[in-house]
Protein backbone atom coordinates (compact mmCIF):
# COMPACT_ATOMS: atom_id res chain seq x y z
CA UNK A 1 0.00 0.00 0.00
CA UNK A 2 2.74 2.24 0.10
CA UNK A 3 3.17 4.76 -2.07
CA UNK A 4 0.39 7.26 -3.69
CA UNK A 5 -2.57 6.33 -3.66
CA UNK A 6 -5.09 6.64 -6.22
CA UNK A 7 -7.82 9.46 -5.51
CA UNK A 8 -11.24 10.12 -5.32
CA UNK A 9 -13.37 11.93 -7.51
CA UNK A 10 -14.47 15.25 -6.00
CA UNK A 11 -18.21 14.04 -5.68
CA UNK A 12 -16.95 10.81 -4.05
CA UNK A 13 -14.79 13.17 -1.59
CA UNK A 14 -17.73 15.85 -0.95
CA UNK A 15 -19.88 13.07 -0.22
CA UNK A 16 -17.94 12.34 3.13
CA UNK A 17 -19.36 13.48 6.04
CA UNK A 18 -16.64 12.15 9.12
CA UNK A 19 -12.85 13.03 7.04
CA UNK A 20 -9.86 11.91 9.51
CA UNK A 21 -6.45 13.57 8.79
CA UNK A 22 -3.32 11.74 10.28
CA UNK A 23 -0.10 12.67 9.78
CA UNK A 24 3.36 13.72 11.46
CA UNK A 25 3.91 16.55 13.70
CA UNK A 26 4.05 19.11 11.01
CA UNK A 27 2.53 17.83 8.01
CA UNK A 28 -0.49 20.09 8.49
CA UNK A 29 -3.53 18.57 9.39
CA UNK A 30 -4.66 21.13 11.46
CA UNK A 31 -4.04 23.28 8.18
CA UNK A 32 -5.69 20.64 5.90
CA UNK A 33 -8.67 20.43 8.64
CA UNK A 34 -9.41 24.06 8.80
CA UNK A 35 -9.22 24.31 4.69
CA UNK A 36 -11.23 21.55 4.03
CA UNK A 37 -13.61 22.84 7.24
CA UNK A 38 -14.24 25.64 5.01
CA UNK A 39 -14.50 23.80 1.30
CA UNK A 40 -16.92 21.49 2.94
CA UNK A 41 -18.72 23.14 5.79
CA UNK A 42 -17.85 20.01 8.02
CA UNK A 43 -17.19 21.16 11.35
CA UNK A 44 -13.32 20.77 12.92
CA UNK A 45 -12.19 18.36 16.26
CA UNK A 46 -8.41 18.98 16.70
CA UNK A 47 -6.87 16.19 18.81
CA UNK A 48 -4.49 18.31 21.13
CA UNK A 49 -7.83 20.66 22.21
CA UNK A 50 -9.74 17.22 23.49
CA UNK A 51 -6.06 16.02 25.11
CA UNK A 52 -4.70 19.24 27.00
CA UNK A 53 -5.20 21.25 29.73
CA UNK A 54 -3.85 24.44 30.27
CA UNK A 55 0.00 24.40 30.83
CA UNK A 56 0.72 21.33 28.73
CA UNK A 57 -1.02 18.86 30.95
CA UNK A 58 -2.67 16.30 29.51
CA UNK A 59 -6.09 14.51 30.22
CA UNK A 60 -6.89 11.16 31.83
CA UNK A 61 -7.05 9.05 29.29
CA UNK A 62 -10.84 8.12 30.43
CA UNK A 63 -11.50 11.79 29.83
CA UNK A 64 -10.10 12.15 26.25
CA UNK A 65 -11.84 8.93 25.10
CA UNK A 66 -15.44 10.21 26.83
CA UNK A 67 -14.40 13.22 24.68
CA UNK A 68 -13.41 11.81 21.50
CA UNK A 69 -16.46 9.59 21.61
CA UNK A 70 -19.29 12.35 21.90
CA UNK A 71 -17.23 14.23 18.94
CA UNK A 72 -17.17 10.78 16.70
CA UNK A 73 -20.79 10.29 17.53
CA UNK A 74 -21.69 13.19 15.57
CA UNK A 75 -22.80 13.16 12.18
CA UNK A 76 -20.49 15.38 10.48
CA UNK A 77 -16.62 16.24 11.11
CA UNK A 78 -13.26 16.50 10.00
CA UNK A 79 -11.08 15.29 13.03
CA UNK A 80 -7.28 15.74 12.96
CA UNK A 81 -4.48 14.69 15.04
CA UNK A 82 -2.64 11.03 15.40
CA UNK A 83 -2.60 9.38 19.24
CA UNK A 84 -2.17 5.98 17.86
CA UNK A 85 -3.77 4.26 20.72
CA UNK A 86 -7.21 5.75 19.62
CA UNK A 87 -6.60 5.63 15.44
CA UNK A 88 -8.61 1.87 15.41
CA UNK A 89 -11.25 3.55 17.31
CA UNK A 90 -11.62 6.55 15.28
CA UNK A 91 -11.62 4.25 11.63
CA UNK A 92 -14.88 2.98 12.87
CA UNK A 93 -16.80 5.99 12.97
CA UNK A 94 -15.00 7.84 9.06
CA UNK A 95 -16.04 7.35 6.08
CA UNK A 96 -12.82 8.76 4.19
CA UNK A 97 -8.99 8.66 5.45
CA UNK A 98 -6.10 11.23 4.55
CA UNK A 99 -2.72 10.27 5.48
CA UNK A 100 -0.36 12.70 5.50
CA UNK A 101 2.73 11.10 4.59
CA UNK A 102 5.34 13.60 3.91
CA UNK A 103 9.23 13.01 4.52
CA UNK A 104 10.34 14.13 8.14
CA UNK A 105 12.53 17.10 7.11
CA UNK A 106 9.34 19.01 5.56
CA UNK A 107 7.41 17.91 8.80
CA UNK A 108 10.29 19.08 11.03
CA UNK A 109 10.76 22.27 9.05
CA UNK A 110 7.30 22.95 9.73
CA UNK A 111 7.25 22.83 12.75
CA UNK A 112 10.79 25.13 13.41
CA UNK A 113 8.50 27.51 11.25
CA UNK A 114 5.36 26.86 13.33
CA UNK A 115 7.49 27.42 16.44
CA UNK A 116 9.24 30.64 15.47
CA UNK A 117 5.84 32.08 14.37
CA UNK A 118 3.80 30.97 17.06
CA UNK A 119 6.01 30.85 20.25
CA UNK A 120 4.86 32.05 23.28
CA UNK A 121 1.14 32.09 21.93
CA UNK A 122 -1.39 29.42 21.82
CA UNK A 123 -2.04 28.52 18.29
CA UNK A 124 -5.97 28.41 17.37
CA UNK A 125 -5.60 24.76 17.18
CA UNK A 126 -4.23 23.91 20.52
CA UNK A 127 -5.74 24.06 23.79
CA UNK A 128 -6.12 27.03 25.74
CA UNK A 129 -3.20 27.81 28.07
CA UNK A 130 -0.70 25.88 25.72
CA UNK A 131 1.87 28.15 24.28
CA UNK A 132 4.15 27.38 21.34
CA UNK A 133 7.49 26.49 22.46
CA UNK A 134 10.60 24.55 21.93
CA UNK A 135 10.35 20.97 22.43
CA UNK A 136 13.26 18.81 21.69
CA UNK A 137 11.13 15.63 22.86
CA UNK A 138 8.78 16.53 20.39
CA UNK A 139 11.43 17.21 17.94
CA UNK A 140 12.69 14.14 18.51
CA UNK A 141 9.30 12.65 18.15
CA UNK A 142 8.63 13.93 14.60
CA UNK A 143 12.49 13.35 12.91
CA UNK A 144 11.42 9.78 14.17
CA UNK A 145 7.84 9.32 13.23
CA UNK A 146 8.00 8.03 9.89
CA UNK A 147 10.33 5.33 10.75
CA UNK A 148 8.09 4.53 14.06
CA UNK A 149 5.18 4.87 12.77
CA UNK A 150 4.85 4.60 8.80
CA UNK A 151 4.51 0.36 9.01
CA UNK A 152 1.84 0.82 11.60
CA UNK A 153 -0.13 3.17 9.64
CA UNK A 154 0.21 1.58 6.08
CA UNK A 155 -0.48 -2.43 7.70
CA UNK A 156 -3.89 -0.80 9.82
CA UNK A 157 -4.85 1.17 6.44
CA UNK A 158 -4.51 -1.15 4.61
CA UNK A 159 -6.67 -3.52 6.22
CA UNK A 160 -9.74 -0.32 6.28
CA UNK A 161 -12.26 -1.03 4.12
CA UNK A 162 -13.10 2.79 3.85
CA UNK A 163 -11.35 4.88 1.27
CA UNK A 164 -7.96 6.11 2.24
CA UNK A 165 -6.08 9.19 0.44
CA UNK A 166 -2.65 9.28 0.91
CA UNK A 167 -0.56 12.17 -0.03
CA UNK A 168 3.38 11.92 -0.05
CA UNK A 169 3.81 15.70 -0.92
CA UNK A 170 2.47 18.88 -0.47
CA UNK A 171 2.35 19.52 -4.57
CA UNK A 172 0.07 16.62 -4.75
CA UNK A 173 -2.12 17.66 -1.77
CA UNK A 174 -2.27 21.50 -3.39
CA UNK A 175 -2.85 19.81 -6.87
CA UNK A 176 -6.18 17.74 -5.53
CA UNK A 177 -7.28 21.10 -3.16
CA UNK A 178 -7.41 22.45 -6.63
CA UNK A 179 -9.98 20.34 -7.75
CA UNK A 180 -12.06 21.17 -4.93
CA UNK A 181 -12.66 24.48 -5.49
Not at 66 to 93: F, Q, V
Not at 126 to 153: I, Q
Request: glycine share 6%.
Amino acid sequence: MKGNKPLLSVSEFLSSQRILIIGNGGSGKSTLALTLGKITGLPIIHLDQLYWQAGWKNVDREVFLSKLEIEMEKEKWIIDGNYRSTLPLRLLYCDLIIYLDFNRFVSLWSVIKRIIKHHGKTRPDMAPGCPERFDWTFLKWVWSFNRENRDYFYNLLSTCLKPVMIFRTRKSLKKFLKTLV
